[in-house]
């Protein structure tokens, strides 16, 4: 079988591969003496059939004709220990086998292998002599290395699907098995590229083969039932997939590369050099497509497991990436992350219950903000997730509208690009938020699985967003005794400034030399007097955002005080008003403080060549406010995230950043609402909607009610 050129190697051969037969029959034979399970039963037969092939190795080294049993024997000893392995793999096999698991087509795939092999070894000479057939032995070596692959492969699957706490008495046994297939690649790849089997490399693998006998004798004492308790893991089945895969891969790579060289004439080495290294780096660009994973992840779901998750390493993942400390990240962003890598979602939208009950709009995550910025309180979809707590998959709701019974979509969802799920965030029964997530990379369909997934991730995403809010809210009172520290300094200041302008007042009339002038200025001062009380007042009234000195008062002149007050600054304010006799019930200054500082704040934003305008004008029971500008403006994620939080100023040390804070919470109190569109190098509207006075409206209802009941 081979030419020897060294009178040692036919001795090692023979001293190697006899240690193996006997070393092999010894351990046979001790675990005859043991209970007879049913994997033990497998390994027996590989184990006897190892030491028949390690006896006919020997011969053969010896001298002795016995080529075709060492042919048979060989294929004989790979099957058997592929079906051994396969056998001791027979939990996972029976979990997959209405899924058409690869696990479940092991042992009939490693039957065809064998035959095809025993075929490749003693079919040569019937074809040469009977067809003319010329016959190559590269085939046959090729079906050892498959061989070798299959037994590589299965180790590492066992290997990785035994629990953790089993893995230190099956762990040498593994060992043992992957050192006899790892040896098998190694010789017969070499055979693959030299066109022949090494006589030196031939003889060693008697001693390597005999050197895992100790392996198993460990494993035995360390496990006598030889159960490696398996457990199915997604991710291990994934890495499994790609170990195959690119094994696989590779192999046939290098034999098609091989017969380049082969066939390749002059050119041949280069050819095969090339084809190579295009071959490796098409591996890499498969290996670190987030897209094929994506595919391979829903593959595997679908045709291998039962469940389609792995509950603890999903949740493990799910807490990791809320908990993640990372400087600049915003925490609502990590709150849609965590939920929609659970699905492999590519981008999010989250909405939150506000003080209010409205649900506003509060972070986005790779996926564009829909126009709509609040969903009302009482929407048919805020009732439906309330009521059901169902995850809505937009893609059944059109096809299958029926499925979710009484829930009717806002329209804008439609508008929204890449929409697919809407998941509710409950908190005690209550529903706190709503995220819409996008489709993924790789089409996919939800289950029940995803549901329930979905829904328990939801229920701790609702509960960290309001820790979140309740956290904010502290950190905001906290700054608000700040600022009323701050007032009491603002206050007694000025206590001294209107004590001295009360003592001017006193003293000027002893002085009338010139009656209208002094009548004047103690009209001014007395009016300063006023208001700087009046100011004191508000500041004094810790936190409190509608005064109590409350009056119904012309919106007319209102606006008009507010020109005036604005006309000392450029551009200089235009005012629109179509407001007839209509008025207001509120405190008339701090209704003319809040209009002033919007005015103040679009003349600060707008260049002196600018328009600031006014308009106001009656609609529906309402009055509305727009103050309008082509200033700077401002981003949709400042305004969202920024513009109407207490202390937060773009102007440095010139603002405190409570006007705007306390302008909507003055409209709110009214019964109002304040809105804002805005555009970066366009400009900004302020739009503000208050209720108008209705008692006349009222009187008058009162007296028709009272004629027509006479």
Known sequence: MFDYNDNAVPLMGVLGYGTGAVLYAVFGLWLLTTARSAPKRWLLLAIFVMSAWSTTAAMLAWGVSVTAAYVFLEICRSLFWLLALIRLLRPLIYTQRRHGGVLGIARPMAYLLSAALVGVQFAPVVLRETFGILFTADLTIFGHLGLAVGGLVLVEQLFRNTRPEHRWGTKFFYLGIGV????????YADALLFRQLDAQMWAA?????????????????????????????????????????????????AGVAYYIRLYGGTWGTAVQLVFMAGAVILLAAMVFSGQLRAYTKVFLSKHFFHYKYDYREEWLKFIGTLSTNEPGDDLRERAIRALAELVDSTGGVLWARNERGDFALISSWHMSAPTIQVEHAGSPLLRFLERRQWVVELDEYASAPDVYAELQLPGWINDVPRAWLIVPLMQLDRLQGLALLARPSASRSINWEDRDLLKTAGRQVASYIALLDTTEALMDARQFEAFNRLSAFVVHDLKNVAAQLSLVVKNAERHRQNPAFIDDAIKTVANATARMNRMLAQLANKGSTLPAEQRVFPVAEALKEVMEISAGRVPVPVLSARVGESSVFANRDKFVAVLCHLVRNAQEATPADGVVEVNAHVEAGTLMVEIRDTGCGMDERFIRESLFKPFQTTKGNAGMGVGVYETREFVHALGGEIMVESAVGVGTTFSIRVPLHRVASIEVAAEEALLCGN
């Open 180 to 187: 006899l297939f790892a040896f098998d690649f190694f010789l």
């Open 205 to 253: 693998r008697g001693f390597v083969d005999a050197m895992a006998v100790p392996l198993f004798a460990v494993a035995a004492l360390r496990n006598p039932d030889w159960s490696p308790n398996l457990f199915v893991s997604h991710r291990m089945a994934l890495h499994t997939a790609s170990v195959l895969g690119a094994g696989v891969y590779l192999l046939v790579m």
